[in-house]
């Protein structure tokens, strides 16, 4: 895949798990956060470097689970995927 149409997908991807996190997004202030952990819902954040990211998330492994396969159908259309978690990493 070549660079460009890699960052045209990671942008696609940066909005869509960046939507929460801006004004009037479910994750946007900090007592959002706080009450969407009291009621056992995940929070998460994408962390990019250069052509790679990774998303934590303070979630259980079945909330890690369905956010990989948000976003592999994020990046579906763009021929990207996730990987599977590497042995030793929560998921």
């Known amino acids: 895949m070549s660079p460009l149409i890699f960052n045209v997908a990671m942008s696609v991807l940066d909005e869509h798990l960046h939507r929460p996190w801006k004004p009037g997004g479910t994750m946007a202030a900090h007592h959002q956060r706080v009450r969407r952990r009291v009621k056992g819902l995940p929070n998460?954040?994408?962390?990019?470097y250069a052509d790679d990211?990774?998303?934590?998330?303070?979630?259980?492994?079945?909330?890690?689970?369905?956010?990989?396969e948000q976003i592999s159908d994020?990046?579906?259309?763009?021929?990207?995927?996730?990987?599977?978690?590497?042995?030793?990493?929560?998921?």
């Open 44 to 48: 998460w954040r994408i962390v990019r």
């Open 53 to 68: 990211f990774v998303v934590l998330t303070d979630g259980t492994e079945a909330d890690a689970g369905v956010l990989r």
């Open 74 to 91: 994020v990046l579906a259309p763009w021929a990207c995927g996730c990987h599977q978690p590497r042995p030793g990493s929560c998921t």
